[in-house]
Every structure is written in structure tokens, then in C-alpha cells.
């Protein structure tokens, strides 16, 4: 009876975890993206300088170098004078800074600089960007260059778009779980798979931009199909419509079936293969056009002609209203991204240590996890404080995901700083 019981207990752990971990998975997937913008990021540092990359706006490098800005005051100088040359050579509209080791010492030398206003200054979570620089896929992709680059080059893409980033690291080290490796390990991969699969065909995927690594995540496909349909667009050039997809060397007709309406092609002749309307029901939208004397991009346009479209003429076996009506919407809407709308954040000013902090402060900050006991605040002082569960709010609270999700932004005030054992306590009660 006690065996049973010890492992009755330590399954309803487990799944507790496990549960945990894939809803604050969920919501790191799920941030706001900043979208297709040129981009310089970097990667800062002390001693060893900080890596710095530019990328065009489909994430693409197109310079790489190391600017030391905190070693001596000439050399600062020099930094200033290179990043406001790349600022203006690449046409740069934001910048990404690494949150880690001399995060807020390299934002707050940006900040002095006399850059153009249009430019964002944007603090990036960097956690498992040094895992996916050593990782096979980076090498693959970046061959000729090393980990540093690489790196910065992960926190760029990551501001750009943090699903299509993310997805090439184990989800394991991206560091938002709690006991994760004390779980039962098959099923904390299976249930972390499962949302990073739901999170991608949530948002849909550009197949003439996405990785091997993105794509794989696409229902039906997986990593052999996903290579090859990288490897035939590399041969082939972009794909033009959906329909190309079945010229991919063995993507056959159930893969296509399960995937295409997934896989979105911007710019593609038929409007509908940028939008989530699945191949199959294109026949249906033409029937809409043909009988309102439209084209099917007037349809997806014209508002007023959508409304005249009476839906039951439509309902087929395969066809039912709920699915019309999902047609509809998409149509209202095609190719929409899920995810927010990007907000900058900045840190409080004059604020970057722990020593600077004074019980009573109120700061603003990032949720950065979330566990069954509160949730962690990176507050820009390189040791993120906690926010206990019963700080959460002037109520009680049974889940602390009721009340915060990561990458959540908030604003806490400092209850108590011990420097000792680098700890800090946060309260978010009014």
C-alpha cells in the first residue's frame, strides 16, 4: 500500500509539473512577435566585448562584428561611432540586447547614443541561446561562423519572430518549468511536443521563409519531409502556390491533405494560399465569387460582399455551417497572426544591480516563469525576484496562472532584497 501510494503521488506530481511546464511554454511561444524589420542584435559582454550581427527583415546575417563598450572610455567611443554606422548603413528599426551578462550596461549605452528615433532599444530573453549556437542545426545554417555569432544572431531572430526561433531549441532548456528534471522524461517530451505543434499550426507557417526545424512541427510533415521540402525550394526557388507542395519528393497526398492548410505562401496568385482556407475548400470560396459576381480577392476584400453570401446554399456533407462560418472569418481575416501585437518594454532607469534596489520600489517587469508556488519577475537586475503566490493579489489564489503569464508584463514593488543569498522578494497587491 505504501509503494502504491508513493507512486500514486509522485504521478499527480509529475502531471502537476508537466502541466506547468506546457502552459508556460504555451505562452513563450506565443509572444508577441516584432515582425519582418531589419534588425541589429547583440549579444553583450564585459571583458570578451559584445557580439554584434545586422539581419534583413526576413532574418537573413548581413554583417557580424565585437564592440568593446566597456572597457575604456576610447573604446566606448569606438562602439558608439560603429553601431550608429550600422544603424544607418543596414536602414536598422530596432535593436535586440541579450538580457544576460552586461544586459543593461550595453542598453544604457545604446540609450546615450544619438540613434534615430524610429529605433527601438529592446531587452531579449537570451535563455537556450547558447544551446542552440553549439547545436547541430545552427552549424548546419552557419557553418563558417562561431558560437558568439551565432548567438546573437538567435537573440535577433527571436525578437523578430519567437516561435519560428524557438522551436530549434529543446524546450527542456528554455527554462520555464519547474522540477523538469525530476518528471518522467518520455512523457515531459511528448506533452511539450504537442504544444509546440499546436503553437505552430496555431499560427500557421510561411513555407518559402521557415526552417527544417519549424516546419517539422507543421501536422503530417515531420523532420524528413520538412528537409526535403527546405532542400527542394532550395533547388526550385520559392514555392509559388500550394499546389507545388506535391512536387516535393515523398509528400505524398495524405501528407499534403494533413499540412496545406497550414503552410502559407505570401504573394502566391490564389489569395487563398496565404490564408488558412484548406485546398479543399477552395471550390467552395469560387462558388461564393462566381454567384457574387466577384473574384475571390474582391470576396476576401469587399466586406459588404461577404455579407451577402448566404451560407446554407453552401452546406455540403463535407462541408457544414460551422465550417463555412470558419471559412468566412478567415476570409475577413486571411493569413492573421494570433499572436499580440508587439509592446516595447523598458526596464526602470538607474535600476541595473541589486544593490540599487530599496524595499518599497515599484518597478516594472517580466514574467519570466510561472511555477505552483508564485512566479519569477525579471526586474533588469540579473537575478529575476519572486512573487510568491500569495503577493500575487489582493485575493487568494489557488494557480498563479490565473493571474500572470509568462512574458507577461507587469508591476511589482520591492518587499524585501537579500544580498547575501542573491534573493529577492516582490509583491504585486495594490
Excluded at 535577433?156 to 531549441?169: N, S
Excluded at 491533405?257 to 502559407?264: D, H
Amino acid at each position: 500500500m505504501e509503494t502504491e501510494a508513493r507512486v500514486a503521488m509522485k504521478e499527480r506530481a509529475d502531471a502537476e509539473a508537466i502541466r506547468v511546464f506546457s502552459e508556460n511554454l504555451r505562452e513563450l511561444l506565443l509572444a508577441a512577435p516584432l515582425g519582418q524589420k531589419s534588425v541589429l542584435a547583440i549579444d553583450p559582454g564585459f571583458r570578451t566585448g559584445c557580439k554584434v550581427v545586422c539581419l534583413d527583415r526576413q532574418g537573413k546575417l548581413l554583417h557580424r562584428g565585437t564592440i568593446y563598450p566597456h572597457t575604456s572610455q576610447r573604446q566606448a567611443d569606438e562602439a558608439g561611432r560603429a553601431v550608429v554606422d550600422l544603424c544607418a548603413r543596414f536602414e536598422v528599426e530596432a535593436i535586440a540586447v541579450g538580457n544576460g551578462t552586461a544586459g543593461r550596461e550595453t542598453e544604457s549605452f545604446l540609450g546615450a547614443l544619438e540613434l534615430p528615433h524610429r529605433i527601438q532599444i529592446i531587452s531579449v530573453n537570451e535563455s537556450g541561446a547558447s544551446i542552440y549556437s553549439a547545436s547541430e542545426a545552427a552549424r548546419e545554417e552557419f557553418p563558417n561562423e562561431d558560437v558568439t555569432v551565432r548567438g546573437a544572431v538567435s537573440i535577433g531572430r527571436r525578437l523578430m519572430d519567437p516561435l519560428a526561433e524557438l522551436v530549434k531549441i529543446d524546450p527542456k532548456s528554455i527554462g520555464v518549468g519547474q522540477y523538469q528534471h525530476d518528471v518522467d522524461q518520455p512523457a515531459l517530451k511528448r506533452a511539450l511536443d504537442d504544444v509546440v505543434m499546436s503553437c505552430v499550426n496555431a499560427v500557421g507557417v510561411e513555407v518559402n521563409t521557415a526552417s527544417a526545424q519549424l516546419l517539422g512541427y507543421v501536422s503530417g510533415l515531420g523532420p524528413a519531409l520538412a528537409k526535403a521540402i527546405v532542400s527542394y525550394r532550395d533547388e526550385n526557388g520559392p514555392f509559388q502556390a500550394r499546389k507545388d507542395l506535391k512536387k516535393v519528393p515523398r509528400l505524398g497526398p495524405k501528407a499534403f491533405e494533413q499540412s496545406a492548410g497550414f503552410l502559407r505562401i505570401r504573394g502566391a496568385s490564389n489569395p487563398l494560399d496565404g490564408s488558412a482556407v484548406h485546398p479543399e475548400s477552395y471550390p467552395v470560396v469560387e462558388a461564393m465569387a462566381r454567384d457574387a459576381r466577384c473574384s475571390v480577392a474582391d470576396l476576401m476584400g469587399d466586406e459588404g460582399l461577404r455579407k451577402s453570401i448566404d451560407l446554407h446554399r453552401y452546406v455540403t456533407e463535407k462541408a457544414g455551417l460551422p465550417t463555412l462560418t470558419d471559412i468566412m472569418a478567415e476570409l475577413a481575416r486571411p493569413g492573421r497572426d494570433p499572436r499580440e501585437e508587439f509592446h516595447a518594454f523598458a526596464f526602470a532607469e538607474g535600476i541595473d544591480r541589486m544593490e540599487d534596489l530599496r524595499p518599497g520600489m515599484k518597478l516594472p517587469g517580466i514574467v519570466t516563469n510561472v511555477t505552483a508556488f508564485g512566479a519569477f519577475v525579471d526586474i533588469g537586475v540579473h537575478q529575476d525576484g519572486l512573487v510568491h503566490i500569495s503577493q500575487l493579489a489582493n485575493r487568494f489564489v489557488k494557480n498563479a496562472a490565473d493571474v500572470v503569464k509568462v512574458h507577461q508584463q507587469v508591476m511589482v514593488t520591492v518587499l524585501s532584497v537579500d544580498l547575501a543569498r542573491r534573493r529577492i522578494s516582490l509583491t504585486m497587491k495594490g
